[in-house]
Nanobody, 125 residues
Framework: QVQLVESGGGLVQAGGSLRLSCAASGRTFRSYVMGWFRQAPGKEREFVAAISWAGGSTYYADSVKGRFTISRDNAKNTVYLQMNSLKPEDTAVYYC??????????????????WGQGTQVTVSS
């Protein structure tokens, strides 16, 4: 089973940038659709972005489109989330996830079978 470890979270002022990383174990990383989700206090987990196994297709939530970029390096078993023009409403715990059972992009948390422990992102106004 794949194991995922996020890093790169922190405190940033509004308008600033952060780059999240998610390192995956296992030789089959390159076959997984990867996604980023976030969960703010008192709210449900929500989709942020997803990327196909080869990196050729991406999918974003409307709230982050044009500000966030998902990418992956299969040689390093790592997926990234570059976050620019951050807003206070982006404050949340960010999770990376692997979709193991399908090659199709998805925005549904229940379609992803492996999750990291999360990394906190706090954007101050």
């Amino acid at each position: 089973q794949v194991q995922l470890v996020e890093s790169g979270g922190g405190l940033v002022q509004a308008g600033g940038s952060l780059r999240l990383s998610c390192a995956a174990s296992g030789r089959t990383f390159r076959s997984y659709v990867m996604g980023w989700f976030r969960q703010a206090p008192g709210k449900e987990r929500e989709f942020v972005a997803a990327i196909s196994w080869a990196g050729g297709s991406t999918y974003y939530a409307d709230s982050v489109k044009g500000r966030f970029t998902i990418s992956r390096d299969n040689a390093k078993n790592t997926v990234y989330l570059q976050m620019n023009s951050l807003k206070p409403e982006d404050t949340a715990v960010y999770y990376c996830a692997a979709r193991i059972a399908s090659y199709r992009l998805s925005r549904l948390p229940e379609d992803f079978g492996a999750w990291g422990q999360g990394t906190q992102v706090t954007v101050s106004s």
